[in-house]
């Protein structure tokens, strides 16, 4: 069975951090393209992230670079956003997505709240 977890989402204060992860099951991971999504509601849902499948290429929505970090650790099937410096404007649900070709597998979503 194809799963996508997601964990680490809160309510954190502007300027705190927050480290998300992504669980993977069910598929050979390695394979696949990760990347991070987030929308808030009424909103488009948007890239925020993406790692290669061997990690060696990543690239960055210009509103999170310098701030978010993305990465994976193949061995234990994880891809990981961290995320600092968070601005109110963060705040939406975080979707983990893997892609290989046609292919695209979605989690469930953590909620990620930046209020004072």
């Known amino acids: 069975q194809v799963q996508l977890v997601e964990s680490g989402g809160g309510l954190v204060q502007p300027g705190g951090s927050l480290r998300l992860s992504c669980a993977a099951s069910?598929?050979?991971?390695?394979?696949?393209?990760m990347s991070w999504y987030r929308q808030d509601p009424g909103k488009e849902r948007e890239l925020v992230a993406a790692i290669s499948s061997a990690g060696g290429r990543t690239n960055y929505a210009d509103s999170v670079k310098g701030r978010f970090t993305i990465s994976r650790d193949n061995a234990k099937n994880m891809v990981y956003l961290q995320m600092n410096s968070l601005k109110s404007e963060d705040t939406a649900v975080y979707y983990c997505?893997?892609?290989?070709?046609?292919?695209?597998?979605w989690g469930q979503g953590t909620q990620v709240s930046v209020s004072s």
């Open positions: 069910g598929f050979t991971f390695s394979n696949y393209a």
């Open positions: 997505n893997a892609r290989l070709f046609k292919a695209s597998m």
